[in-house]
Every structure is written in C-alpha cells, then in structure tokens.
C-alpha cells in the first residue's frame, strides 16, 4: 500500500479518519510507506514554484510538467497528459498495487498501480533518467493561478531554461520527489535580486523559482509610505556605522499625559510578584544589570529628571525555558494605555511588513538540502535611538 498524505488546499475541509474497506495488501500489491505534502494555496498567493518539461518515452514520447519537490518522499504521474495538439493520455505499463490517498484526515482508496519511466530534458541532451513512480487521476492543481506578465520570462532571456513557460499557468503532469531532485541539482543559482526570481542550473536546464515575494503583491498605502519616507529622511549611520533611527511619531506624544504614575503602579506589582519567585527576581535583576553594563540603557541626568517632553515605559518578564541564551526577557511595554486611553504604539506611523509571506519561507525549505538557521543575540538592540528621542522611552 502507498499512503500519500496530499494537501490540495488551505481552505480544505478537515475530516476524521475512516478505515479504508478491503485495503489488507494482496500477494501481489507493493506496501510502501510515503509521504507527500503539495500545498494548493489561494489566488491571491502567486509564487513561482520549480518546474520543468520533460520528454517521457512512451509510444509518444510526449512532454509532460514536471515539479521538483524536494521536501516530498513520492513520485507521482498522471496519465491524463494535456499537452500536444492531439492531447493523447501517457501510455505505460503498469504494476498492480494499492493506493490510499489521504488528504486532511481523509481517506480515498485509488488501485492505480505503479510504472517505470523514462524521461530526458525537453532539448536535445545525452542524459536520460530513471524512475519508479505512482499512477494517479491528479497531482495538484494549475500552477500559477493565472499567467504572469511575459516581463518575468524577459529576465532569463539568455539561459536554456528548464521551463520556458514558467511563467504560465498550466496543470502538472509529474510530481518527483527527493530522490532524484536533488541530484538533479547541479548547484548554480543566477540572483537577479531582492523581489526577482531566482534561477538555479540543473540536468533539466535553469530552473526558476521564486523566494521573496509574491508577484501580486499588494501596493504600500499612503500611510506605509509616509512611514517609508519618514526612514529614508532621518536614519543616519554613526562613526561606527551602527543606524541611527527618529521614532515615527504621527501625533506628539505630549497627548498621553502623565505616564509615570502608571509605570510606578506596574513596577510595583512586578517587585511583589518577584519576592515569591527568588530565582526569577534574580534573572531579572540580572537582565537589567546587562542592560547598563553594555549601554543599551542609560540613567537620567538630575538637569533632566523633570523634562516634560518624555514617556514612561512599563515593563516585565517573560520566562522561556526553552531558550539556550535568555530564559528570562524583560518586555518593555509600549502598548500599555494612559489617561486619554492612548499608549505609545498608537502614536506611531505603522510602515510596511519587510518579512515575506509564510508559505514563501516554508517553500525555501522544500528547494535545497541543506538549511541554516541562526539567531542574531540583540540583534534590535544595534539600531540606536536618536539622542532628542531617548527620553520618549524612559523605564523605572
């Protein structure tokens, strides 16, 4: 039996397991245990996923989609080929066997067996391949939604590119998983830049795929480019090179009143909440004298303890047993109300998001085989605040 775990759609509904009637394997069935996860996301998602043509050696020889999955254990084809003028189905010889389907927890018997394939590059190329893959009535959905605009394809004008419609939208023929995508994989990548495309070189040909951002990405507002200009105008660069960054204020902060009052009442409640807790009292004591001893903080001078132009900041801690560097961070609480039911957060202009969409970070993952991960310690704590700004985030 081959059991498929399948996810066409983010908006799929969730069903409870149910057992598959008649599904013990026969003499002659091939068990096999697989796993395959496709995500089918919705329209307003346009990512460029690594496709290529392949010539696949039936009594045809017809060329099929093909899309390099490397975080999928199956090889999968179907053998409802639309491409060609005649529009003929893949003629292969088939094994028997069993496969189960399931897609969000349920499960969907299909016997349509197993075949043996050969494929080579849609040009001219000595390299021929290999593969036992499962038969099934379909893959995944079209990828793309909708045709990109023929631009993208001008970007890769001058390479033999694995896909030349990579930018169409089209349905896939053959899913092939890691066992033959990465050694497809001759390591070359081609980096147009941030929000572009990348090209990779394979035994296919380059190709494409997308890592950044989507291509229908949504327009800034008028507000994310105020904040965007604000940045631009202000932000400096030190005699050390660290940034030096004024808070985007949209509104004088002299509107929320008196902030220290309520940062006295929360420091308050924190130290008794402490006294019961000696070892967390200690890590937090322990944060703050870091705090000094590397100048993230610094104390008020007497000549401005009373400076009216400055904004109070509660705060408190947040234990993470997990953490192999800081079990216990204090948070300093900007988005704490005062008087006028306004906090500091409310004040500022709100920029654009600068991370990419989740799914685009999960797809980085299923490209290559190898992944880094790191953690930048303070990595915010580098970007200073300007000198006229310090005082809008005074802590007790």
């Known amino acids: 039996m081959c059991q498929i775990l399948v996810a066409y759609s983010v908006n799929a509904p969730v069903f409870s ?16 245990d697989v796993t395959s996860c496709i995500s089918d996301v919705g329209p307003d998602v346009q990512t460029l996923l690594c496709t290529a043509l392949i010539q696949v050696r039936d009594i045809w020889d017809q060329t099929c989609r093909y899309l390099l999955d490397s975080g999928s254990q199956a090889l999968l084809i179907t053998i409802h080929s639309k491409r060609g003028l005649k529009k003929r189905s893949l003629c292969l010889a088939k094994r028997k066997g069993q496969c189960a389907y399931i897609v969000f927890g349920r499960i969907r018997s299909r016997t349509n067996g197993l075949a043996e394939i050969q494929f080579t590059s849609h040009f001219p190329s000595q390299n021929s391949f290999h593969a036992s893959v499962y038969v099934i009535n379909k893959i995944v959905g079209m990828i ?14 001058d390479i033999s590119l694995a896909d ?37 070189c394979s035994e296919l040909g380059w190709i494409i795929g997308e890592l950044d951002s989507a291509p229908c ?19 400096s660069r030190d005699e050390n ?18 902030t220290k009052q309520n940062a006295i009442r929360r420091l308050f409640s924190v130290e008794y909440h402490l006294l019961s807790f000696p070892d967390k009292c200690k890590l ?27 904004l109070y900041l509660p705060h408190h801690g947040v234990v993470r047993n997990t953490s192999c560097t800081t079990k216990l961070r204090v948070v300093f ?11 500091p957060n409310d004040l500022f202009k709100v920029g654009p998001r600068v991370q990419p969409e989740l799914f685009l970070i999960l797809i ?14 303070k990595m915010f704590r580098r970007i200073k605040v300007h000198e006229e700004d310090v005082d809008w985030q005074r802590i007790l």
């Open 17 to 32: 397991p149910a057992p598959i009637p008649g599904s013990e394997p026969s003499e002659n069935s091939i068990v096999v």
């Open 144 to 157: 793309l939604h909708h045709d990109l605009d023929t631009s993208v394809r001008e970007l890769f004008g």
């Open 164 to 200: 030349p419609a990579f930018y169409k939208s089209g349905p896939i023929d053959v899913l092939l998983g890691v066992d033959l995508t990465l050694p497809l994989l001759k390591g070359q990548t081609l980096l147009l830049g941030k929000d572009k495309p990348f090209a990779i």
């Open 217 to 235: 990405a949504k327009p800034l507002t008028s507000s994310e480019e105020d904040c965007e200009d604000h940045f631009v105008k202000t932000n």
């Open 241 to 258: 090179g660290r940034y030096t960054v004024r808070l985007p204020f949209h509104t004088s902060p002299t509107r929320l009143g008196n």
């Open 284 to 310: 937090y004591r322990n944060f703050m004298k870091e705090y000094l001893d590397i100048k993230h903080i610094e104390l008020v001078t007497d000549s401005k303890i009373n400076n009216i132009k400055s």
């Open 333 to 343: 609480d900007a988005s704490s109300k005062t008087s006028p039911e306004l906090s």
């Open 364 to 377: 980085q993952f299923r490209l290559f085989c190898v992944v880094i991960c790191a953690d930048v310690e």
